[in-house]
């Protein structure tokens, strides 16, 4: 399997704004990374998603994306 990094775009207000398709690919990965945890967490668990994340921002995107490649070259997606 080729290992993919998704961009996915949600909701700012308006849930009715997320896509099936962007359900659909937060569902089906291994783990997601947020620039939000608590946000996106609440928005993932409106929508029954369950799944792993690690935060990714200005301040630590050096060491968090290391950790994120390395997932992917582990074959996470």
């Known amino acids: 399997m080729e290992n993919k990094i998704y961009c996915v775009p949600t909701p700012i207000g308006n849930l009715s704004d997320m896509s099936p398709r962007c359900l659909e690919i937060l569902r089906s990965v291994d783990f997601i990374a947020a620039e939000d945890t608590r946000n996106s967490g609440v928005l993932l668990k409106l929508f029954d998603i369950k799944k792993p994340m690690i935060s990714y921002?200005?301040?630590?995107?050096?060491?968090?994306?290391?950790?994120?490649?390395?997932?992917?070259?582990?074959?996470?997606?």
Do not use: M
């Open 57 to 77: 921002f200005e301040h630590n995107r050096t060491e968090r994306g290391q950790i994120i490649v390395d997932r992917l070259l582990k074959g996470e997606t």
